[in-house]
């Protein structure tokens, strides 16, 4: 078996061999959303393939849509020629079950993908954009997707060409042109929604849109009315959301699974941009989607698909929720303490019992005293969820190295937000945290690209990583004294860790953490497990 539309209509060989087909017209689809597209999303990896495209077949199904996605990729377009293309616009997903159950399903709800790094495709999506049926435009691009800027300061260089010539080479300037577009042919309302998984994820990409909007404007390209139109919420939404589903890489052990049961399209690719991709998706079943009910031109009834359309304050609560407390924190603590001590997988650290209660302490003991709680989920029967269920599915192919990457980046809103809230607790005390800050000084241990048994590991990409090693360059495992002088720059730095470590009366103690954690071989988890005992009581 292939994945393309010749093969599909051999129902029997793909029955026998277990996995689903859509059940619906798909040529019918096509040719609906071709003459009235109403979903356009930006951002073809992986978790677009196996949600957003996913939830769209759901309604497909349930026959109530008619119309699929249209789907762009603005900054890796070798996943529209090497992914998509070859196969028909077809996914196959793969759901890794926590009982150890495994669902297959072909997912067919993208109507056609669109390479923008190619002008005549880009023409394409003009073209849908002018369209009045565009109720939606949706993203799953990263939040580094959204950034203008520089590390050195200024706008990237594709920005500022995009500034002063009213171009389109970089990805927000493509949107921009669109909307741009949109705002010529009639002005026409559509929400543009944020799906990447970082805080206030639309105001990101209003932000983004609006500054483009303003240097068109100041430099005499396109007329004042454009940056109104931006702005004017009944007809453009910046939606906030709050998305949660672990969508590991492609995965060797799903590879063989499928090629077991005579699927041949299993070969993976590696971009040119480090972009890991195959005709396949495997990913948890848990999934989650809050999105501020804000649609000027309407919308899918993504409700029937299992999505939350609520007001902004509860997508803020829920984001935090998750982010701050219930989820991403525990994901960093495993990645963090994983690379150190030679895990390959998350699920095996969750047979650790030092590991387990040091998540389980971050996310109960000291997370949930200043939990902000939604109203619509649980916080606890969120974090029990992910403790029972979620990290220790055995067949979820995920890594530490993987969840580690950009570090630098999360902490702030990870822990720097739980450790603001207790200094701003009138009950709570900073010095009642014991393992947050033990994750954070373990963090910068494993800044030393050096694990538990001495050897050296590949540190996980990060933007700051070269400047935070500089710090701690000299260090090598064994070495005594103290650390002062090399750690202050980096517990000092409230960009990293939303306060200064130091004012919030934690710096030392971090610093003797440090210490403990680079005595010599076996220090970390020695370390580990005497903070956890301690915090167990």
Same mark, same amino acid.
């Given at each position: 078996?292939?994945?393309?539309?010749?093969?599909?209509?051999?129902?029997?060989?793909?029955?026998?061999?277990?996995?689903?087909?859509?059940?619906?017209?798909?040529?019918?689809?096509?040719?609906?959303?071709?003459?009235?597209?109403?979903?356009?999303?930006?951002?073809?990896?992986?978790?677009?393939?196996?949600?957003?495209?996913? +939830?769209?077949?759901?309604?497909?199904?349930? !026959?109530?849509?008619?119309?699929?996605?249209?789907?762009? &990729?603005?900054?890796?377009?070798?996943?529209?020629?090497?992914?998509?293309? =070859?196969?028909?616009?077809?996914?196959?997903?793969?759901?890794?079950?926590?009982?150890?159950?495994?669902?297959?399903?072909?997912?067919?709800?993208?109507?056609?993908?669109?390479?923008?790094?190619?002008?005549? $495709?880009?023409?394409?999506?003009?073209?849908?954009?002018?369209?009045?049926?565009?109720?939606?435009?949706?993203?799953?691009?990263?939040?580094?997707?959204?950034?203008?800027?520089?590390?050195?300061?200024?706008?990237?260089?594709?920005?500022?060409?995009?500034?002063?010539?009213?171009?389109?080479?970089?990805?927000?300037?493509?949107?921009?042109?669109?909307?741009?577009?949109?705002?010529?042919?009639?002005?026409?309302?559509?929400?543009?929604?944020?799906?990447?998984?970082?805080?206030?994820?639309?105001?990101?990409?209003?932000?983004?849109?609006?500054?483009?909007?303003?240097?068109?404007?100041?430099?005499?390209?396109?007329?004042?009315?454009?940056?109104?139109?931006?702005?004017?919420?009944?007809?453009?939404?910046?939606?906030?959301?709050?998305?949660?589903?672990?969508? =590991?890489?492609?995965?060797?052990?799903?590879?063989?699974?499928?090629?077991?049961?005579?699927?041949?399209?299993?070969?993976?690719?590696?971009?040119?941009?480090?972009?890991?991709?195959?005709?396949?998706?495997?990913?948890?079943?848990? $999934?989650?989607?809050?999105?501020?009910?804000?649609?000027?031109?309407?919308?899918?009834?993504?409700?029937?698909?299992?999505?939350?359309?609520?007001?902004?304050?509860?997508?803020?609560?829920?984001?935090?929720?998750?982010?701050?407390?219930?989820?991403?924190?525990?994901?960093?603590?495993?990645?963090?303490?994983?690379?150190?001590? !030679?895990?390959?997988?998350?699920?095996?650290?969750?047979?650790?019992?030092?590991?387990?209660?040091?998540?389980?302490?971050?996310?109960?003991?000291?997370?949930?005293?200043?939990?902000?709680?939604?109203?619509?989920?649980?916080?606890?029967?969120?974090?029990?969820?992910?403790?029972?269920?979620?990290?220790?599915?055995?067949?979820?192919?995920?890594?530490?190295?993987?969840?580690?990457?950009?570090?630098?980046?999360? #902490?702030?809103?990870?822990?720097?937000?739980?450790?603001?809230?207790? #200094?701003?607790?009138?009950?709570?005390?900073?010095?009642?945290?014991?393992?947050?800050?033990?994750?954070?000084?373990?963090?910068?241990?494993?800044? +030393?690209?050096?694990? /538990?048994?001495?050897?050296?590991?590949?540190?996980?990409?990060?933007?700051?990583?070269?400047? +935070?090693?500089?710090?701690?360059?000299?260090?090598?495992?064994?070495?005594?004294? /103290?650390?002062?002088?090399? +750690?202050?720059?980096?517990?000092?730095?409230?960009?990293?860790?939303?306060?200064?470590?130091?004012?919030?009366?934690?710096?030392?103690?971090?610093?003797?953490?440090?210490? &403990?954690?680079?005595?010599?071989?076996?220090?970390?988890?020695?370390?580990?497990?005497?903070?956890?005992?301690?915090?167990?009581?």
């Amino acid at each position: 078996m292939k994945l393309n539309n010749a093969e599909l209509s051999q129902k029997e060989q793909w029955e026998k061999a277990g996995i689903l087909l859509p059940q619906f017209d798909r040529n019918a689809m096509i040719a609906e959303t071709k003459r009235a597209p109403e979903w356009a999303h930006f951002g073809a990896g992986n978790i677009f393939r196996i949600f957003p495209a996913a +939830l769209q077949q759901s309604l497909l199904e349930q !026959g109530l849509a008619k119309t699929g996605v249209i789907v762009a &990729e603005g900054y890796d377009g070798e996943i529209i020629d090497k992914a998509f293309s =070859p196969c028909d616009n077809l996914t196959l997903a793969v759901t890794l079950k926590a009982d150890g159950s495994i669902e297959k399903r072909v997912i067919g709800s993208v109507a056609w993908s669109l390479n923008l790094e190619r002008p005549d $495709q880009f023409s394409v999506l003009q073209d849908i954009f002018r369209s009045p049926s565009l109720k939606m435009a949706s993203f799953t691009i990263t939040e580094k997707g959204y950034s203008l800027n520089s590390r050195e300061g200024g706008f990237l260089p594709d920005v500022q060409a995009d500034f002063d010539s009213c171009g389109a080479a970089s990805y927000i300037g493509k949107v921009s042109a669109l909307l741009m577009e949109r705002y010529k042919a009639g002005a026409f309302p559509i929400a543009m929604v944020s799906m990447d998984n970082c805080s206030h994820n639309g105001d990101k990409l209003f932000a983004a849109v609006s500054a483009f909007a303003d240097q068109w404007a100041a430099k005499g390209f396109i007329d004042k009315g454009f940056a109104n139109y931006v702005r004017d919420k009944t007809k453009v939404s910046f939606p906030w959301s709050m998305i949660d589903k672990i969508t =590991p890489r492609p995965d060797e052990g799903v590879r063989k699974l499928l090629e077991e049961s005579g699927f041949e399209d299993t070969a993976g690719q590696i971009t040119a941009k480090q972009t890991y991709i195959a005709p396949f998706v495997n990913a948890e079943e848990t $999934q989650y989607l809050v999105i501020e009910d804000s649609f000027p031109n309407g919308r899918p009834p993504l409700e029937k698909a299992g999505v939350l359309f609520t007001s902004r304050e509860t997508v803020d609560k829920v984001e935090k929720m998750k982010v701050c407390t219930c989820l991403n924190p525990l994901h960093t603590s495993l990645a963090v303490f994983g690379c150190l001590l !030679g895990y390959a997988k998350i699920s095996e650290e969750m047979k650790d019992a030092d590991l387990v209660a040091l998540i389980e302490g971050i996310g109960y003991t000291e997370g949930l005293p200043v939990v902000v709680d939604p109203g619509v989920l649980s916080p606890k029967a969120f974090i029990d969820q992910v403790v029972r269920a979620r990290l220790p599915n055995p067949f979820m192919p995920d890594t530490p190295q993987r969840i580690a990457c950009d570090t630098s980046q999360k #902490i702030p809103i990870r822990f720097g937000e739980t450790i603001k809230a207790y #200094i701003a607790s009138e009950t709570l005390k900073v010095d009642d945290l014991r393992l947050i800050p033990l994750t954070l000084a373990a963090w910068a241990r494993y800044l +030393l690209g050096v694990d /538990d048994t001495g050897a050296a590991f590949a540190v996980s990409p990060d933007p700051l990583y070269e400047s +935070l090693f500089a710090h701690v360059k000299h260090i090598k495992l064994g070495d005594a004294g /103290d650390f002062h002088i090399a +750690l202050q720059p980096i517990f000092s730095d409230a960009s990293i860790f939303a306060v200064n470590l130091y004012d919030a009366g934690l710096g030392a103690r971090m610093e003797g953490l440090f210490a &403990e954690m680079a005595a010599g071989v076996g220090a970390v988890r020695k370390t580990l497990r005497k903070y956890t005992t301690e915090a167990a009581g």
